[in-house]
């Protein structure tokens, strides 16, 4: 059975920093590319950042700079390290899992950024 779990979310002051977790098991997790994605209230899901099963990363254009995602292959888990955080970073976190046309989620983590 295929299971991706976030962790890490929670409320945090703007400035601060979070580290999302996502731990990944039932599929071959290091054949998988991994994104983190965001879902604002009242907004559409967007790409925060992926990263390939080779390791090369990408990022969206307004977290360059501030988030970091990486992967652990033996852990099957890949982070999301985000500094210097914004109220706009506010948003459920989810996980996703790609390789093909199969594609999985995580049910996301809450990140409220707020003084």
């Known amino acids: 059975q295929v299971q991706l779990v976030e962790s890490g979310g929670g409320l945090v002051q703007p400035g601060g920093s979070l580290r999302l977790s996502c731990a990944a098991s039932g599929f071959t997790f290091s054949n998988y590319n991994m994104g983190w994605y965001r879902q604002a209230p009242g907004k559409q899901r967007e790409l925060v950042a992926i990263?390939?099963?080779?390791?090369?990363?990408n990022y969206a254009d307004s977290v360059k700079g501030r988030f970091t995602i990486s992967r652990d292959n033996a852990k099957n888990t890949v982070y999301l390290q985000m500094n210097s955080l914004k109220v706009e970073d506010t948003a459920v976190y989810s996980c996703?899992?790609?390789?093909?046309?199969?594609?999985?989620w995580g049910k996301g983590t809450q990140v409220t950024v707020s003084s």
């Open positions: 990263i390939t099963s080779g390791g090369t990363t």
């Open positions: 996703n899992a790609a390789r093909s046309l199969r594609t999985y």
